[in-house]
């Protein structure tokens, strides 16, 4: 007993915990995730194979494509040369050459001004020293001794002599663009010079020291320009592009491998990266983040979307199996030339998705899908995955335009004919682009999206009233069915209550005529306006639309019964459309296209009859609720403004006008507009719309002369006569 105890309590609190809605959300999600996953692997995982170079190939392998592929080594030829003719960049050194001067200068100067012999020569030495240079230890003719003695033998006026012909042999040197690379032949130039003036071989040879130890170039490497202007030649560099065609043998059985095929195999997508395990991550950010967006974009704008388990499993769903579609299409060979079979991903059927959407969600939410899915369509599908991805968006774009508003069953059907042509302009469009526009190849293209087009239409419709009734949603398309004049409540309404029915037509019309203009859906005007009032049937004498006597019966009774009465009509429509499985948009309609309005007719009798004073409003108002949305508002307004011009004795333009202003303002007044989220601006265009149409039906009629009308009481006559004859004849 105890250990069942144990079980039944974690179960329920297992079950309360994956019975929550956000453990739901998260569950289907994951689900979702996971099945999206395995469809985009699947796409590319068995197709690819993992070559090495000097590997034997066991088998052909051929592109499925045809594609323009980079010739790697050819290119990377081409950079090379490119590179080995940038020049280097140099920079002037301006200050190069007094520099040098003041070296030089400063190693006489100092000779001459040593003291001392001891130290003199010792102060002499170091300065040798200081300017050996190894290329000319081995053209020395002097040892560091002996040229210590030369200048220690040396007037200060010779070596003056020396300084000035040493500085202008400089002078001539630095005058021409120097380099390191150019300063050997520099030291080749001095020694030539130096050897040519008349001076003694000592004094020469320290000449060459001092000169040489101290020359610089006059022009510094700068590597980072010289860096960048390699890199500017490399890029400069047009890829050697290569054209591979669908069908051709990339490596044959039994060659072995190279460098160049692999890097061909690569491009084509057949060649498994070493980096495979870090793509499979990144198509799985990709989904994820996919599926973000789709979640952001419904909890940023559409709320009551997101927070809907039924909705957001819809969403997936569809989802799904457009992807599960496009895959399976994918994989079917059509031919035996693979760049023929390449072309099924124009019949990915994006549009029968985005339209599913647009008619049972949302127009915004359908196209922010259709960029989704057509991206998924591109990744799914072999050959030139962009023109495919693009052709998807055109198509389910076009798809929701065809069903944004829908006036008629036909419109589904004609929708499938608009998504075909776009197709066929898009892949048309798309060949002339590319440049290499193949004609048996754009001619099969065009008949595969125009037949994705009828395809898409059919897949769409065939699925539109399963997820309707798995779903309970109330499209479009389900409003239109209701629309039909044979639907049973809608004949028994004409029978039993032709008045109303008549009126509930008008109805319809001065609604559906400015809806559109204050952003409200025209179809479910129309179709609430039809079904408003059918609560009338069970009592249709008791409304004066259906009285075809004099008598009115409420003249017999109280005016509390008849208040009754008359408010009952609503209890009484929500019972017949519950029991007809109306969707529950329209019941609204019927439930609040009154909202708590007050029965002024008998309420006014009754005030007349209550001579103690105690009546109160209550008993003679409308249970309600008052209208929720825009469209049942605009049925209330529309419903009072009809009853009350009708009963106008002589409707003139001004007497219609005054009306429709008192009617929209008194249920203003009233508070019956409170939760329809109506303007006041929109209350305006609905009375301008009100008046329009009304002015047209209640228009003044051109009076017959009597010579006309005595004409058609002659034909009336004999028309009788012949009525009578037939009659007596049956």
Not at 123 to 137: A, F, G, H, P, V
Not at 203 to 209: D, G, H, S, T, Y
Not at 344 to 364: D, E, F, H
């Amino acid at each position: 007993m105890k250990i069942n105890s144990v079980f039944a309590f974690l179960w329920d609190k297992i079950y309360g915990f994956l019975n929550r809605p956000g453990t739901r959300k998260v569950m289907g999600l994951l689900v979702f995730f996971s099945i999206t996953i395995f469809i985009l692997f699947s796409s590319f995982s068995p197709t690819q194979v993992m070559l090495r170079p000097d590997e034997v190939a066991q088998r052909n392998i051929q592109s499925n494509i045809n594609a323009v592929i980079v010739d790697e080594k050819q290119t990377e030829e081409l950079r090379k040369q490119a590179e080995s003719k940038v020049q280097k960049v140099y920079q002037e050194d301006k200050y190069a050459y007094a520099n040098v001067e003041t070296e030089i200068n400063n190693f006489y100067l100092e000779q001459i001004s040593a003291d001392g012999d001891g130290d003199k020569k010792n102060r002499i030495k170091e300065l040798l020293n200081s300017l050996s240079i190894k290329k000319l230890n081995e053209k020395r003719q002097f040892s560091d001794e002996e040229l210590v003695d030369y200048i220690l033998n040396t007037s200060s006026a010779d070596l003056e002599k020396m300084r000035q012909t040493s500085v202008s042999l400089v002078k001539v040197i630095m005058d021409k663009p120097l380099t390191e690379e150019t300063m050997q032949g520099a030291f080749e130039q001095i020694e030539k010079q130096v050897d040519s003036v008349a001076f003694a071989p000592q004094a020469r040879e320290i000449m060459k020291l001092a000169i040489i130890s101290n020359l610089k170039p006059n022009l510094l490497f700068n590597k980072e320009a010289t860096n960048n202007a390699i890199t500017e030649a490399i890029d400069s560099v047009q890829s050697v592009q290569k054209t591979i065609k669908a069908g051709e043998i990339i490596v044959r059985e039994g060659d072995r491998v190279t460098a160049e095929q692999i890097s061909v195999l690569e491009q084509l997508g057949i060649q498994r990266s070493r980096s495979y395990p870090l793509t499979i991550l990144g198509s799985g950010l990709f989904v994820l983040l996919t599926f973000w967006l789709i979640i952001e974009f419904l909890r940023r704008y559409y709320r009551e979307l997101y927070e809907n388990d039924r909705s957001m499993l819809l969403i997936g769903l569809i989802f799904i199996i457009i992807l599960l579609i496009t895959r399976f299409i994918t994989i079917i060979k059509i031919s035996d030339q693979p760049e023929l079979n390449t072309l099924m991903g124009y019949l990915a059927p994006v549009a029968a998705g985005s339209m599913l959407v647009a008619i049972l969600l949302n127009t915004n939410l359908a196209y922010f899908l259709t960029m989704i899915m057509a991206i998924y369509v591109g990744l799914l599908s072999e050959g030139n995955q962009l023109f495919y991805g693009i052709t998807a968006f055109v198509g389910g774009t076009v798809g929701v335009f065809q069903v944004h508003r829908l006036n008629q069953i036909s419109d589904l059907a004609r929708s499938g004919l608009y998504i075909a042509l776009v197709n066929v302009i898009s892949i048309l469009t798309l060949s002339l682009i590319s440049g290499n526009m193949n004609l048996n190849m754009t001619v099969v293209g065009i008949i595969v999206g125009a037949v994705n087009g009828i395809l898409s239409a059919v897949l769409m419709i065939g699925a539109l009233p399963y997820l309707e009734t798995a779903f309970s949603i109330t499209s479009m398309n389900k409003l239109l069915e209701l629309s039909n004049p044979n639907h049973y409540l809608l004949k028994r309404l004409l029978l039993e209550a032709p008045g109303t029915y008549h009126h509930s037509l008008m109805v319809g019309n001065l609604a559906e005529a400015s809806a559109e203009s204050i952003g409200a859906n025209p179809l479910m005007v129309r179709i609430g306006a039809y079904y408003h009032d059918i609560g009338k049937i069970k009592r249709p004498n008791y409304f004066v639309e259906n009285q075809q006597v004099f008598e009115n019966p409420h003249e017999k009774i109280a005016p509390a019964l008849s208040a009754l009465i008359i408010t009952s009509h609503v209890k009484d429509g929500v019972e017949l459309a519950r029991e007809a499985r109306l969707p529950q948009v329209i019941i609204d309609f019927i439930e609040q296209h009154h909202g708590t309005s007050l029965t002024k007719y008998f309420y006014s009798r009754a005030l007349e009859e209550d001579r103690q004073g105690n009546l109160g409003e209550e008993s003679f108002r409308y249970e309600g609720p008052k209208p929720q949305s825009r469209e049942i508002a605009l049925v209330m307004l529309a419903d009072s403004v009809e009853a009350a011009v009708r009963s106008l004795s002589n409707p003139s333009p001004e007497k219609i006008r005054n009306m429709v202003r008192l009617i929209i303002k008194d249920k203003l007044n009233d508070g019956q507009l409170e939760l329809c989220e109506l303007t006041f601006r929109d209350l305006d265009t609905i009375g301008n719309s009100f008046c329009k149409l009304l002015e047209g039906v209640y228009h003044k009629r051109i009076e017959y002369p009597e010579t006309i009308i005595k004409e058609f009481e002659k034909r009336r006559e004999v028309s009788g006569n012949h009525d009578n004859q037939s009659s007596e004849q049956n």
